[in-house]
């Protein structure tokens, strides 16, 4: 009933910059919280980045002061702005979204299929 498409991943050199979006869309009454998860080659998935209405955003350790989530609820889409990129930040990263869909009390968890980020001189 839900789909998240995913864009903005690729190529960037150490020191650079991306943006990723990740856009929602069907049977969609309102998003409570969206989330960057990403996995690593041989790391288990790590939360990047979440947004949650009526709440900070929360980040993960290592993207801390790096990363800035954020979201356009019209649009049902939120970004993740990355700058200062690390080799280490290569990852297949994953947009996560909680969903009150339509005649339901609560919320659904949605996921993306995945873009790859590679970081790499």
């Known amino acids: 009933q839900v789909q998240l498409v995913e864009s903005g991943g690729g190529l960037a050199q150490p020191g650079g910059s991306l943006r990723l979006s990740c856009v929602a869309s069907?049977?969609?009454?309102?998003?409570?919280?969206m989330t960057w998860y990403r996995q690593a080659p041989g790391k288990e998935y790590e939360l990047v980045a979440t947004?949650?209405?009526?709440?900070?955003?929360n980040y993960g350790d290592s993207v801390r002061g790096r990363f800035t989530i954020s979201r356009d609820n019209a649009k049902n889409t939120v970004y993740l702005q990355m700058n200062s990129l690390k080799p280490e930040d290569t990852a297949v990263y994953y947009c996560?979204?909680?969903?009150?869909?339509?005649?339901?009390?609560?919320?659904?968890?949605?996921w993306g299929q995945g873009i790859q980020v590679t970081v790499s001189s």
């Open positions: 947004d949650t209405n009526g709440r900070s955003p």
């Open positions: 069907g049977s969609i009454r309102s998003i409570y919280a």
């Open positions: 996560n979204a909680d969903v009150f869909v339509d005649n339901e009390r609560q919320t659904t968890d949605y």
